[in-house]
């Protein structure tokens, strides 16, 4: 795995760019927004995804480590393929992908080319719980698309609020069970129900 390259950039083209690196011209495809940051002549660091296919190695670019990840993890869900995820990254920042996902928004999704309404609830439905932390106003992570760091949130208030380690943990456990896996409710809602789970023990 090519996980990024540095080195003077030696072409710029409207699908990507040459980073010389060792000796050695590296074809990169890159969105807009990255191509529209490189200089030829000028050194350039660039977070990388390789991708394999039988009659192919393409190498896609990105300005930082977050829209690599992002590109990947688009990859995931059906019917998404690298030509498409870095579509979704040409036409929205990161965080407004990532935020759009969370929030459950299709119309922000549906804006990208080759993505309908059942493309977008899909990659809603697939990736929700896994899109992590995002940008934005802190509230941001106590909705639907809080499935990845709930556990941490909810088991840091127990601590606050006094519970110990062990108890606080066994409620998370408890909580989690009980999710049906679909839908992740607001952080307060999880809360609450871990407090009533350790109300009998505290």
């Known amino acids: 795995m090519i996980a990024s390259v540095r080195g003077k950039v030696v072409a710029v083209s409207p699908e990507g760019a040459v980073i010389e690196v060792g000796g050695v011209g590296l074809a990169v495809q890159c969105s807009p927004h990255t191509i529209a940051d490189l200089r030829v002549g000028q050194e350039a660091r660039l977070a990388t995804s390789l991708v394999v296919r039988e009659d192919s190695l393409t190498l896609y670019g990105f300005a930082d480590d977050d829209a690599k990840q992002l590109f990947e993890l688009l990859q995931t869900a059906s019917g998404v393929g690298p030509r498409l995820a870095q579509a979704v990254l040409a036409v929205h920042p990161p965080d407004v992908v990532r935020r759009a996902i969370a929030g459950g928004d299709t119309s922000t999704l549906t804006r990208v080319p080759g993505i309908g309404k059942k493309g977008a609830?899909?990659?809603?439905?697939?990736?929700?719980?896994?899109?992590?932390?995002?940008?934005?106003?802190?509230?941001?992570?106590?909705?639907?698309g809080a499935?990845?760091?709930?556990?941490?949130?909810?088991?840091?208030?127990?601590?606050?609020?006094?519970?110990?380690?062990?108890?606080?943990?066994?409620?998370?456990?408890?909580?989690?069970?009980?999710?049906?896996?679909?839908?992740?409710?607001?952080?307060?809602?999880?809360?609450?129900?871990?407090?009533?789970?350790?109300?009998?023990?505290?």
């Open 147 to 202: 499935g990845a760091v709930w556990p941490d949130q909810v088991r840091q208030a127990l601590i606050g609020l006094g519970w110990t380690q062990q108890q606080s943990d066994q409620a998370v456990a408890a909580v989690a069970e009980q999710l049906d896996g679909s839908t992740v409710p607001p952080v307060p809602v999880l809360l609450k129900q871990a407090i009533r789970m350790l109300g009998t023990i505290r």
């Open 121 to 144: 609830e899909r990659l809603v439905l697939e990736l929700r719980d896994k899109v992590g932390p995002f940008g934005g106003d802190g509230a941001a992570l106590t909705g639907v």
